[in-house]
């Protein structure tokens, strides 16, 4: 039985195994190669199963997606409002080079022009955390999301609030995207 296996059955309201699946990433990480397959599957299923596998581990330890980070900027093109929200997670979590930084920005600030509440939210929040480590695209951000201070749902409006003033206090510190 393949760790994607376990990601099949149900449908998009249920994680089923997926924290189980990250789990066994964790401690052994050949698995990662077999795991990031999921992102290309045609079960869409599977795809959000296994994205929410690698935000599970971008929390826990985000160096170990250092490998597969292309795939997931690519993966980034997938309409799937339920591998959006993931990525958009993950993307807060990893490190990453100037480069990668750069079109990470990029895809964060497409995904605020979708309709997905979540896919804006976590957007939103990832961005706070990208722009609070590297000042240089903090007013670049800051612009981007204050219009969302205003937005309709509570929930994308709350994040902004949140985003704007701990990058304009600088007082409050972003924790791992994903936790709050």
């Known amino acids: 039985m393949t760790i994607l296996n376990e990601l099949t059955g149900g449908d998009l309201r249920s994680d089923g195994k ?4 990250a789990e066994k990433v964790l401690r052994n990480p050949l698995l ?3 795991l990031i397959e999921g992102l290309h599957s045609s079960d869409d299923v599977i ?3 296994t994205a929410h596998a690698l935000e599970y581990i971008s929390r826990k330890n985000p160096e170990l997606l250092e490998p597969v980070k292309p795939t997931l900027v690519n993966s980034a093109s997938d309409t799937l409002p339920e591998v ?3 990525l958009a997670q993950i993307f807060g979590n990893v490190p990453l080079s100037q480069k990668e930084r750069d079109a990470v920005v990029s895809i964060l600030f497409d995904y605020l022009d979708g309709e997905s509440i979540l896919v804006k939210a976590w957007s939103i929040e990832s961005l706070g955390a990208l722009a609070e480590k590297d000042g240089d695209i903090r007013d ?6 204050e219009p969302f201070q205003n937005d309709k749902s509570p929930a994308v409006r709350k994040r902004a609030l949140k ?3 701990n990058l304009t206090d600088g007082r409050i510190l972003f924790p791992q995207v994903g936790l709050s």
């Open 32 to 34: 990662l190669k077999e």
């Open 84 to 86: 959006r929200w993931h």
């Open 47 to 49: 795809k959000m199963r």
């Open 140 to 145: 670049r951000i800051i612009q981007r999301i």
């Open 163 to 165: 985003v704007v003033r």
């Open 18 to 21: 997926a924290d189980e699946v």
